[in-house]
């Protein structure tokens, strides 16, 4: 009896021994994001280009010596379930969480992540999520008060419109996209003749496609997620509108081309991030990319991919896993390719969480994107 | 509509069968190496197949003697069922579908009419012209009809009630996979489509009225017209809830809906 307890406790430490080695060995990222729902588009190219990285630094030896591993979580695109999920990471002791995507996920959920004090690595894009006076919130892309100046410079300079009609998703993103284009309108003497609002995941858009030709803009910007980006483009060439469609990134990523097929040529706007970029660490991103998973990524894909490796750079910087350090360091953190080559370009963080890097206008020319203009950080 | 006229089936998955059709399709290309003319073919045929005679098989005959309310569970099962297994086994993110057709306009004076709005249009038309056809025009029509409206009279004369039931299953199913194949290329194809086709679909067929087609259908008219109407000319936001005070009103003051005939039964 009194062995068979002694042999017990002996398997028992030497399973807690076991598990405490693996623990030492691993440093848990869990990647929470859309897999379904609207932001499934935004949110399987963000995870693949996120397990992209993983691999490709686990097999160089891994972050420090330890192996990244990276359960993910599927938020449906729904924020009460990403709240959900982000309890559910943070309970499992993670290093960082990366993701979401959805701006209205990630404003319920990183309350959470700054609470028990982990960085958290977004690719929503809504101007007010680093505005909260959040710590460990980190961009991967730009925030739209970043992103949208510079799309108004090119409808007054590069369009030359005098009048524009909007289309935008009633999300927070599209709500925070509206409140910055208008005011970038305004600054800029541009009218806008139209503001449609539309729902997410919406699939029919005939009614909001007439508005907009009634309206007689000099140009339609539309601001929607990716799926709804392809059925307006769809719907705008079915009834035959004529003037510039333009948009920010999701309206001229590969995978709205995909979905639009040749509804998409002629589109144009201004893109912070693009796997077409003509930088030749992105193009083999691409190629990478598209090998390993068979599609070609969109900026999401480039969030997902860089912000495991600014993890990497910053951890390998400050020399241990200290999460409180972590998020010190990486604000006002500039990344350079020379440094670490998987940043892609040069980034830098700002004190609020906020990236600047170069980016692009590009227009929709025989089904692909082509890059026009290489527009400088704003840092520059 | 057909299906409860014939079979007392109410199917709440018939947004899911709308869905369905263009991923069968989408798979035929993407794991059958299928060209899409030969691919659209055999969607078809899987349509009938899979949401004519196994739909019937396996879900409403087993559930219809236990009553409708059983059955009308299943079929929520059913689209909870179908829309998981296409996110799960095909994807979750919207799919481009091939176009059957050029996306080529039409200018008539100032206006631009697009010719893939025609091409459904006509194709609506002449699918509805044939079914009244062949419901009124045809023996077997007629012996379907019969059986709508009284399966044991109808079984006396002779009438093969099971068959026509089926072949009322199997219409079914080619009109679903007819209307996916149309809308597909313009809404893209994606597990979540059936959630709003399946509810307006039955806001129209109880406005319009449920036990004839023509009330269908002016009920579908009806409903996309008002819908499109508010949401151009009133506000985008609202257009989901005025189908639905339709619906309120029709229920209130027209139960048996705009042309449909008030029916007795034994309770």
């Known amino acids: ?380 | 509509m057909l299906l409860w006229q014939t079979s007392q089936t109410i199917n709440f998955a018939q947004g899911e069968f709308v869905m369905l059709p263009a991923f069968f399709v989408l798979a035929a290309m993407k794991f059958g190496g299928l060209s899409f003319p030969i691919a659209l073919l055999a969607g078809f045929l899987l349509a009938l197949l899979v949401l004519g005679l196994l739909f019937k098989r396996l879900v409403v005959d087993p559930m219809l003697r236990h009553g409708v309310l059983p059955l009308v569970i299943s079929t929520l099962a059913l689209a909870i069922f179908m829309k998981e297994s296409v996110k799960e086994f095909y994807a979750a993110e919207a799919q481009a579908f091939p176009t059957l057709w050029a996306t080529t306009d039409l200018t008539i004076g100032t206006a631009a009419v697009s010719a893939q709005s025609l091409v459904i249009i006509a194709v609506a038309v002449a699918a509805v012209a044939l079914l009244q056809y062949f419901l009124g025009a045809t023996r077997t029509g007629r012996q379907m009809q019969a059986t709508a409206q009284n399966p044991a009279l109808a079984r006396v004369l002779g009438i093969p009630v099971e068959r026509m039931i089926l072949y009322t299953f199997l219409i079914n199913a080619a009109l679903v996979a007819l209307a996916s194949f149309l809308i597909s290329p313009i809404y893209l194809a994606k597990f979540t489509n059936g959630e709003t086709l399946g509810l307006v679909a039955f806001v129209a067929a109880i406005v319009g009225g449920f036990n004839q087609v023509r009330g269908a259908i002016v009920g579908g008219l009806l409903v996309g017209v008002i819908d499109n109407f508010v949401a151009a000319y009133w506000s985008s936001q609202y257009r989901g809830a005025i189908p639905l005070f339709l619906l309120i009103a029709v229920i209130l003051f027209r139960p048996q809906g705009l042309l449909g005939r008030a029916e007795e039964r034994t309770v």
């Open chain 1, 1 to 380: 009896m009194k062995s068979k307890w002694i042999g017990s406790v002996a398997s028992g430490m030497l399973a807690l021994c076991a598990a405490s080695v693996q623990a030492q060995q691993t440093v848990n990222m869990p990647i929470v994001i859309e897999l379904s729902g609207a932001g499934a588009v935004s949110g399987t190219n963000f995870r693949d280009g996120a397990l992209l990285a993983i691999d490709e630094v686990n097999a160089k030896g891994g972050i420090l010596g330890r192996r990244i591993v990276s359960p993910v979580t599927d938020t449906q695109s729904n924020p009460g379930i990403s709240r959900a999920q982000v309890q559910k990471a943070i309970d499992s002791d993670p290093y960082v969480i990366l993701g979401p995507v959805f701006s209205g996920s990630v404003k319920v959920n990183m309350v959470l992540a700054q609470q028990a004090e982990i960085p958290q690595f977004t690719g929503a894009e809504a101007a007010d999520i680093t505005q909260m006076g959040n710590d460990y919130i980190f961009r991967t892309s730009f925030g739209q008060q970043v992103s949208m100046p510079k799309m108004a410079n090119f409808i007054r300079d590069g369009i030359r419109a005098r009048s524009v009609a909007f289309l935008w998703v009633n999300n927070d993103f599209g709500k925070g996209g509206r409140d910055a284009f208008f005011k970038e309108m305004a600054a800029r003497g541009i009218k806008v003749v139209a503001d449609v609002s539309t729902e997410s995941g919406q699939v029919d858009f005939a009614a909001d496609v007439v508005k907009l030709k009634a309206s007689n803009a000099d140009a339609v910007f539309i601001y929607t997620n990716e799926e709804e980006c392809a059925r307006v483009l769809r719907e705008a060439r079915k009834q035959g509108v004529k003037v510039p469609l333009i948009g920010e990134t999701t309206l001229i990523g590969q995978k709205v081309i995909d979905l639009a097929g040749e509804a998409a040529n002629g589109a144009k706007g201004h893109v912070a991030l693009t796997a077409d970029a003509p930088i030749p660490a992105v193009l083999a991103f691409r190629d990478k990319f598209q090998k390993r998973f068979n599609y070609l990524p969109d900026h999401n894909g480039i969030k997902g991919y860089t912000a495991v490796y600014a993890v990497k750079y910053a951890t390998e910087k400050i020399g241990k896993f200290d999460r409180k350090l972590l998020a010190k360091t990486m604000h006002g953190l500039t990344i350079k390719p020379e440094q670490e080559p998987g940043i892609l370009m040069e980034a830098t963080w700002d004190a609020k969480g906020d990236i600047d890097r170069i980016s692009f206008l590009a227009e929709v020319v025989g089904g692909k994107q082509k890059v026009v203009q290489i527009l400088p950080k704003l840092g520059k």
